[in-house]
């Protein structure tokens, strides 16, 4: 197994597990503050009962010093709790995220279809930040409610044994049968998913101006108006239910106190006072465990979500162990190849074979959906093949890891993207080390150079550039890489006749000597080839 599949499954099911240290110490300062308001309230209340006895004032020096005490060391504790657990659920949310980013590479492009773009975004952004509620509102409040329930129902217990009593049962009220109402009724009416109301927003934004062209605005929005109603009533009936529960917990907090105060009464003196006052703060921290019990449901429900994404299969496995990279020039072959992207479904490629001798210019025809550009994915480790086989430098290509397949054959794929940022990021992403000069050089062999600058912002995915200049910018950053296979994939579409010609002899002269696929429907082309591949025929 590899390690990347030991760590895809842990990433969602012990999602603090980088963390525990820090969440430990800020579960322990949160109680340990908890324990000092509670000490706090009880020192006080028996100070000022006492001080209404009028006694020396030696009498009451210790107390007057407690709760000076007590409340430093309550407020320091407090601010060591929330600098530590929010800091930790920082950490734990930046790690999350970056495993579920790296579990989600495997399953690119091929893997990924199953899920539209904006809920994948969702289950990124939205369900990996249930990770910070898991922290902050979940176990650094139930360590809180734990430990000061605990104390003060000790305390109480000593002065007043029978005031315990309503003690005990209003703290498993609050700490036990209260949650576990909020967490039943959250699970039965599932936990509000912001998944709907991300894709319709997603749709809305990415296909604005296609809206507006076919009139389609109206209807749009009010698709996405339903979405908003329907989370808009969810979340008024969650907040009808947490007000009652709330009030509900303030009732039993209040009766308690006053049953506490009343069976405590025969004891007298400054320990009933305490005693009154002891029973609200310690039930205080409690009020807050059926919101975290609440927030606890949202959590495991979203990190469910993050775990179906991670638990996909990648379309392509990986070999156990696979073999190193190949080395100088690569030949391909291909037998007998058929791809189906479904079981029992039609083969989008069938029955074909192929002999590409390294340093080869192929050129691949046909009309569309005839399986080129599938040929070029199985190439690319992106597809596995239903049947046949396909050999890279003399080894099965399913032999070798993905990453080094693709570091191999390189190019200019369907699945290329320009980032939002500069002309030079995005060139760069084909080679990381490349000098500002090596980047004007790329950009003036595909005659972008005295058209672009290096700081020009691409826009997303171009948008930009116009769609000549796009491609030229992608085939830059494939030139950049300097793979030993080039894969091209209609590298002149968008360009004007004469522009697409010289744009090719000067790609093609470029990489004069490399084993180049070069996928097109432009007949022109054929001229360069040195065997032509007509899936059509």
């Given amino acids: 197994m590899t390690t990347a599949a030991v760590e895809k499954p842990c990433a969602a099911t012990d999602p603090v597990r980088t963390v525990r240290r820090p969440v430990v110490v800020a579960a322990v300062a949160g109680a340990a503050a908890d324990l000092a308001g509670t000490a706090l309230l009880a020192t006080a209340a028996w100070l000022l009962a006492r001080a209404a006895e009028r006694p020396g004032l030696a009498a009451l020096s210790v107390a007057i010093v407690g709760v000076r005490a007590f409340a430093l060391l309550r407020g320091t504790l407090r601010y060591a709790e929330r600098v530590t657990g929010h800091g930790a659920a920082l950490r734990a949310l930046a790690d999350l995220r970056a495993r579920v980013y790296a579990g989600l590479v495997p399953l690119a492009p091929g893997g990924l279809p199953a899920w539209r773009r904006a809920e994948l975004l969702h289950r990124m952004v939205a369900d990996t ?67 709907a109301v991300a894709v319709t927003a997603a749709d809305l934004l990415d296909g604005a101006a296609e809206l507006a062209a076919y009139s389609a605005t109206g209807a749009a929005l009010a698709t996405a108006g339903a979405a908003h109603a329907d989370r808009a009533a969810r979340e008024r009936a969650e907040s009808r239910t947490a007000g009652l529960l709330t ?19 025969p004891v007298g003196g400054p320990a009933v006072a305490v005693v009154g006052l002891t029973t609200l703060v310690a039930l205080e921290p409690a009020l807050a ?88 994915a199985v ?56 000098t500002d000069g090596d980047l004007r050089a790329v950009l003036d062999r595909v005659g972008l150079g005295d058209v672009l600058g290096l700081d020009t912002p691409v826009g997303t995915d171009g948008a930009a550039l116009s769609g000549g200049q796009r491609q030229r910018v992608l085939l830059a950053r494939a030139l950049l890489a300097d793979p030993p296979v080039l894969l ?11 522009d697409a010609d010289r744009l090719l002899a000067d790609v093609l002269a470029a990489t004069a000597g490399r084993t180049t696929i070069l996928v097109t429907h432009d007949p022109a082309a054929l001229r360069y080839a040195d065997r032509v591949l007509d899936l059509g025929a």
Avoid: M
């Fill in 488 to 498: 091209l994939d209609e590298p002149t579409e968008g360009l004007a006749a004469d």
């Fill in 289 to 376: 465990l059926p919101a975290a019990a609440r927030r606890y449901a949202d959590a495991r429900a979203a990190l469910a979500r993050v775990r179906a994404v991670l638990a996909a299969p990648p379309p392509v496995p990986e070999p156990a162990v696979p073999l190193p990279a190949p080395t100088g020039p690569v030949r391909i072959e291909v037998r007998d190849l058929t791809v189906r992207y479904r079981a029992g479904g039609a083969a989008a490629v069938a029955g074909l074979s192929v002999d590409v001798p390294a340093g080869t210019r192929l050129v691949v025809t046909g009309p569309s959906g005839s399986g080129k550009s599938t040929l070029l």
């Fill in 379 to 434: 190439l690319r480790r992106f597809v596995a093949p239903s049947a046949g086989t396909v050999r890279l430098a003399g080894h099965p290509i399913d032999a070798y890891a993905g990453a080094d397949v693709r570091r191999v054959v390189g190019g200019v794929g369907e699945e290329a993207w320009l980032f939002d940022t500069t002309l030079a990021a995005n060139l760069r992403l084909g080679r990381a080390g490349a």
């Fill in 247 to 265: 009030a509900f917990g303030l009732a039993v907090q209040g009766l308690a106190a006053v049953a506490a105060t009343v069976l405590a009464g």
């Fill in 129 to 195: 930040a249930a990770v910070q509620d898991l922290v902050v509102r979940c176990a650094v409040p139930a360590a809180g409610a734990v430990v000061a329930g605990g104390a003060g129902l000790l305390l109480v217990a000593l002065l007043a044994p029978p005031a315990a009593v309503p003690l005990a049962l209003a703290l498993l009220t609050s700490a036990v049968l209260l949650p576990a109402l909020a967490a039943r009724h959250r699970r039965r009416t599932a936990a509000v998913d912001d998944t």
